[in-house]
C-alpha cells in the first residue's frame, strides 16, 4: 500500500529535476523559491518556484502544493466525489503544477501539472499537458504528440486516443471557438476501478518524467530562431488568449482561487504581458492565419 | 404603461449622447460601429461602438444591446426569476454598457452600465458606475461619490448609502483582497414592489445622464498630467486586475458570453495590455502603495 507521503515526496522531487533541466537550457536565470502556508484555516501549503527574465524562459513557475483539510462543500461539488452523502470529510491533495511563458514568439507556451487526490476512500490521480505554440509548427506538434503517445503506450492502448480527445475538450475557449493551443493529454480520476494506487502512480511518474527533456528539446530547436515586433505583437495577443483560457475556464485556477491558495502562485499562469486589440484580423495568407486554422478539435497529430 | 421598445430607444440615445461628448473631449478618435447578430439561434444583437488611439483615450467601448428569446435554465437560474416553475419563458434585456480605459495612468478607468429585463411580468432595471484610478486621487474621489449622491437622493434618500455599499461588494477582487477601485454605485431588481417602472426607468435616466459630464470633468482636470515609465509601468499592473475581475468575477461578462453574444463587444471591457509581475510590492512610502491602502471597502468617500 503507497502512503501518501511517498507521492507527495515524489513531486517534491520532480519539481526539483524539472527546475534543474529547464535553468541548465535557459543558461541564464535561476528559480526563486517562495514557500508559503495556507490561509483560512486551511492545512498545508506550497514550494512556489518562480524563473524570470532567462535567456529563453520571460518567466516560469514550477510550483508543487500539498493542502489538506476538511472539504467544503463547494469543494466536494467540484470534485464529483463517491461521497454523495454530503458528510464532512477531510482530503488531501498534492501535485506540480507548471506553465513556461518564453521570451521569443518562436518558442511555444507548455503547461503541465499532475495530482493526487485522496478523500476518505477515493484515492485520485490526474494530469495533462498540452503546448501552445504561438506559430504552430507541424514539425514540433508531431514531436509533441508522439512523445505524449509513447508514455500512454507504454501503460494502456486506449490512454493517448482517451486523453488526446479529453485535452481537446478542456482547453477549449468556448467563446472564440478556438483550442488554447494545439492539445495535449488531459485525465481525471484515472482509472480508479481498474488499476492498483501503485499502477496508476507509475503512469503519472511517466507523465511528470517526459517533461523535462520534451521542452528541452522545443526549447533547444527554436530558441534562436529570428522575429521581429510583428511576431511579438501576435505573441501578445495569443497570451490575451492565453488568460482568457485561465481566468475564464481552468478548473484548477478557480479550485486554487476557492481553496484559498496563494493568488501569486496560482496566477504565475499568466505571461508577464498580455495585449487585446479590439477585433484584430490576422492578414489573409500570414503565419499568424494559418495558425488559427490550428486551433481546432480533431486534428490527429499521430500520423 | 411604458413600451420596452421605448426603454430601448432611450438606451440607444443614451448611446449616442456618451460617444458625441467623449468624441468631443478626446478631440482625435472617432467611435467607429459594429452592428451584430446574436448567435445560436438567438434574437436581437447589439450596435458596439469603439474609440480607439485618442489623444485621452487609448481604448474605450460604450455597446448598447437588446438581446431576446427563450430564457435557457441557466439565464433563469442566474436571474433569480421569480418564475421558480422552470417553465420555459421568454425573456427580453436591454441595455448600455461602457468601459473607457486612457492612454495616461493619470486619467481613472471608468464603467457604467445600465439595464432593463422583462420576463413574463418581472420587469427590472439594473445598473452602477465605478472608478478605477491607477492612481487614487482624494479629490476626484470625492467629486465622483457627491456626483453619484446627487443622483441618487433625487430618487430616494436611502439610494446612495444602499447601492454604495453594493458596488463595494460587487467590485471586489477576492483573491487579491482588494475592490477594484474607488466603488461608485451598483444595484439590480431595482425596488420592483415599490416604484412604477415609469418611477424607476426616471432613475436609470438619471444615472445613464450623469456618466458623460461627470467622466469628461475627470478626463479633462487630469489629462495634461506629466507621467514616467514608472507609472506606465503600474498602469499595466493596475489593469491586471481589472483583466482578473472582469473574467473571473464579472456577472455582466459571465452573462454575455454565456448568452452567446459577441466576444468581442464583451471583451472590450478589457484594457489594450495588462501586465503581470510576480510578487510585486509597491516601494515603502510611494504613490503605488498609497493607492492599495484606498482599494478597500467601506471608505466613506461623501465627507
Known amino acids: 500500500m503507497i502512503a501518501k507521503e511517498e507521492i507527495s515526496s515524489w513531486f517534491r522531487s520532480l519539481q526539483d529535476d524539472i527546475c534543474q533541466a529547464i535553468e541548465a537550457e535557459d543558461g541564464k536565470a535561476k528559480f526563486e523559491e517562495d514557500n508559503w502556508q495556507r490561509g483560512g484555516g486551511g492545512g498545508g501549503g506550497g514550494r512556489t518556484r518562480i524563473l524570470q527574465h532567462g535567456n529563453v524562459i520571460e518567466r516560469g513557475g514550477v510550483n508543487f502544493s500539498e493542502v489538506f483539510g476538511v472539504a467544503s462543500s463547494f469543494l466536494t461539488s467540484q470534485l464529483e466525489t463517491q461521497n454523495k452523502k454530503q458528510e464532512t470529510t477531510n482530503f488531501f491533495a498534492t501535485g506540480v503544477s507548471i506553465v513556461m511563458h518564453p521570451q521569443s514568439p518562436m518558442v511555444p507556451i ?20 498540452d503546448l501552445t505554440p504561438h506559430y504552430v509548427n507541424e514539425e514540433d506538434a508531431k514531436h509533441f504528440h508522439h512523445a505524449l503517445k509513447n508514455v500512454c503506450d ?48 507509475e503512469f503519472v511518474k511517466d507523465v511528470g518524467n517526459c517533461f523535462a527533456p520534451l521542452y528541452v528539446s522545443l526549447m533547444r530547436k527554436n530558441k534562436s530562431l529570428p522575429y521581429t515586433d510583428k511576431e511579438k505583437q501576435w505573441q501578445n495577443i495569443r497570451r490575451g488568449r492565453y488568460v482568457e483560457f485561465n481566468l475564464v475556464y481552468d478548473r484548477g485556477t478557480k479550485f486554487g482561487l476557492e481553496t484559498n491558495g496563494r493568488a501569486e502562485s496560482i496566477l504565475m499562469s499568466l505571461p508577464p504581458q498580455a495585449n487585446w486589440n479590439y477585433n484584430y484580423q490576422p492578414k489573409k495568407g500570414s503565419a499568424e492565419e494559418k495558425t488559427l486554422t490550428y486551433l481546432k478539435k480533431e486534428i490527429d497529430w499521430d500520423n
Open 154 to 201: 507504454k501503460h494502456h492502448t486506449t490512454y493517448y486516443k482517451e486523453f488526446k480527445k479529453w485535452a481537446d475538450e478542456y482547453f477549449f475557449i468556448t467563446h472564440r471557438n478556438e483550442t488554447r493551443g494545439i492539445g495535449g493529454i488531459f485525465f481525471d480520476h484515472l482509472r480508479i476501478n481498474e488499476f492498483s494506487v501503485q499502477e496508476r502512480f
Open 110 to 129: 507548455i503547461h503541465m501539472n499532475v495530482r493526487y487526490f485522496e478523500s476518505g476512500n477515493d484515492k485520485w490521480f490526474g494530469g495533462g499537458i
